[in-house]
């Protein structure tokens, strides 16, 4: 049995004894006793106090201690993409089962619930040694509290202790099965009056663990693993993880087996999309890369915009090698629950508050009208700021004097001969020393636009007008309620 004990004002809680006298009269009547005062643990040896080493590998209760340990670390959905990670920073193999939506990873020792990783998700840590039951809510990477069964005050007269908050706390020491649930619903776990009964209780372990398991919702390998019933290690279906020899090499095994699970819970024709989608991109990209190459190769001034997209084009050739991956390794299986993948990288939108606010028949159509009213704006400005050049734009051959943060500056002869410099509004980059035709305004000389990218108006015009036709379908089909966000959100997820 181990035996617990409190202070109050440097005696133990109910007596007029100091925890050094106790030891030796505990010390006398047993074979060993030990305190621990602040991070100092100190030994009884020839009647006499001694302070022990602080480098010890084991506990010395602990040397010889032959009670059956059983550990467990238990986190919501699937978190196998961790146990890479979690392997690497404990640097021990980590095994794993995915059961009834709950990851069960075992272990034999307490400072797994101390394991540093963050979760979004809360997580329960329990260990069982011998009689003694130990659980943990894990948050954030910490165990935020701690419940202790068959560990006793046997030191300390409970009911002398004194009134207040000093009292208060002393009995939360000594019986930290009653600070009650609490800290489950500071973490958004949703207690039941079960679990209010069994961490109240006292008990030992086999009569303890089963009701546990069951208050807390796990599934029963997991109580059959704490009662030494079964080894969830030897499990038909464990996944067990090597420790990497670089972390980074973690890190990038994790990332991939994320993106795995996010793929797996998304359909088929989704992922089908997505290798699609890369297998185009891909060329696309390596084709922006190698234009960019050969104009620093030639020596052409390049835009900042340039340079933009070739760093948004390269970091996004991985994912699109991702998405091919995925999809060829997942082709014939199914769709995966989307509750199974943890949430901290769990697709939700179509869950959250807005979203079933903006798929109802109101909003969903007023959103379609806006963005319809907002391009035929576009298509507005357009006309708008292209009539001077409609009207009475002159054609001319300009020289492109030189490329300014991507804005090209142009030299051409007006109708008057003279000569005349502006900065040219083009969605294309000419270099400098070229030639190319131009429009231009005679009432207003600073209005320059290229003439091939002004004589495709018609097609921009066309597709503007598309856009519009089509967001006002959707918009008619929202409202009569033909079409539904969430239906199209989940055709994709």
């Known amino acids: 049995m181990l035996l617990r004990s409190a202070t109050v004002d440097g005696l133990l809680a109910g007596s007029s004894t100091e925890p050094e006298e106790a030891l030796l009269e505990w010390a006398a009547s047993a074979s060993d006793g030990f305190a621990m005062t602040g991070w100092s643990l100190h030994g009884v040896r020839d009647g006499q106090l001694y302070e022990l080493d602080d480098d010890l590998e084991a506990l010395p209760w602990e040397v010889d201690d032959d009670r059956q340990v059983r550990g467990l670390l238990a986190l919501r959905g699937d978190h196998s993409a961790e146990l890479p990670i979690i392997a690497t920073a404990?640097?021990?193999?980590?095994?794993?089962?995915?059961?009834?939506?709950?990851?069960?990873?075992?272990?034999?020792?307490?400072?797994?619930?101390?394991?540093?990783?963050?979760?979004?998700?809360?997580?329960?840590?329990?260990?069982?040694?011998?009689?003694?039951?130990?659980?943990?809510?894990?948050?954030?990477?910490?165990?935020?509290?701690?419940?202790?069964?068959?560990?006793?005050?046997?030191?300390?007269?409970?009911?002398?202790?004194?009134?207040?908050?000093?009292?208060?706390?002393?009995?939360?020491?000594?019986?930290?099965?009653?600070?009650?649930?609490?800290?489950?619903?500071?973490?958004?776990?949703?207690?039941?009056?079960?679990?209010?009964?069994?961490?109240?209780?006292?008990?030992?372990?086999?009569?303890?663990?089963?009701?546990?398991?069951?208050?807390?919702?796990?599934?029963?390998?997991?109580?059959?693993?704490?009662l030494g019933e079964a080894d969830l290690t030897a499990s038909d279906d464990v996944l067990t993880a090597e420790p990497s020899e670089h972390l980074a090499g973690a890190v990038a095994d994790s990332l991939i087996s994320m993106g795995r699970q996010v793929a797996a819970s998304r359909s088929p024709r989704r992922r089908m999309w997505g290798a699609i989608g890369g297998a185009v991109f891909i060329p696309i990209a390596v084709l922006l890369v190698t234009l960019l190459v050969r104009d620093l190769v030639v020596g052409r001034e390049v835009s900042w915009w340039a340079w933009v997209r070739a760093v948004v084009v390269v970091l996004s050739i991985p994912f699109c090698i991702a998405a091919i991956r995925h999809w060829w390794a997942l082709r014939g299986a199914g769709q995966n629950d989307p509750a199974s993948v943890p949430a901290e990288y769990r697709v939700s939108l179509s869950r959250t508050a807005l979203s079933r606010w903006l798929n109802q028949?109101?909003?969903?159509?007023?959103?379609?009208?806006?963005?319809?009213?907002?391009?035929?704006?576009?298509?507005?400005?357009?006309?708008?700021?292209?009539?001077?050049?409609?009207?009475?734009?002159?054609?001319?051959?300009?020289?492109?004097?030189?490329?300014?943060?991507?804005?090209?500056?142009?030299?051409?002869?007006?109708?008057?001969?003279?000569?005349?410099?502006?900065?040219?509004?083009?969605?294309?980059?000419?270099?400098?020393?070229?030639?190319?035709?131009?429009?231009?305004?005679?009432?207003?000389?600073?209005?320059?636009?290229?003439?091939?990218?002004?004589?495709?108006?018609?097609?921009?015009?066309?597709?503007?007008?598309?856009?519009?036709?089509?967001?006002?379908?959707?918009?008619?089909?929202?409202?009569?309620?033909?079409?539904?966000?969430?239906?199209?959100?989940d055709w994709l997820y």
Not at 212 to 222: F, K, S
Not at 431 to 436: F, P, Q
Request: charge should be negative; proline fraction near 6%; include cysteine.
């Open 90 to 226: 404990r640097d021990e193999a980590i095994s794993a089962v995915i059961r009834s939506g709950w990851t069960l990873i075992a272990h034999d020792h307490a400072s797994m619930a101390t394991t540093v990783y963050e979760l979004d998700d809360p997580g329960l840590a329990l260990l069982r040694v011998g009689d003694e039951l130990h659980l943990w809510l894990v948050a954030g990477g910490d165990p935020i509290a701690g419940w202790e069964w068959s560990v006793h005050g046997g030191l300390a007269a409970v009911d002398r202790l004194p009134p207040g908050d000093i009292g208060d706390e002393v009995r939360d020491i000594l019986y930290s099965g009653r600070i009650g649930v609490e800290p489950f619903k500071e973490v958004g776990m949703h207690p039941t009056p079960a679990l209010v009964q069994v961490l109240g209780s006292q008990g030992r372990s086999v009569e303890v663990a089963p009701e546990l398991v069951r208050a807390l919702g796990l599934p029963d390998a997991a109580r059959d693993h704490l």
């Open 361 to 489: 028949r109101g909003p969903s159509t007023a959103v379609c009208l806006l963005l319809a009213l907002v391009w035929l704006g576009v298509g507005a400005y357009m006309w708008m700021d292209e009539a001077p050049l409609r009207e009475r734009g002159v054609a001319v051959i300009a020289r492109v004097v030189s490329v300014e943060h991507g804005s090209p500056l142009v030299e051409f002869a007006d109708q008057q001969g003279r000569t005349v410099q502006a900065y040219l509004d083009s969605f294309g980059a000419p270099s400098a020393g070229d030639t190319v035709e131009i429009l231009y305004d005679p009432l207003d000389l600073e209005e320059v636009a290229l003439a091939d990218e002004y004589r495709s108006g018609p097609l921009g015009y066309s597709l503007v007008g598309a856009l519009i036709l089509g967001l006002v379908v959707l918009a008619a089909l929202s409202w009569t309620r033909v079409i539904d966000w969430q239906r199209v959100s």
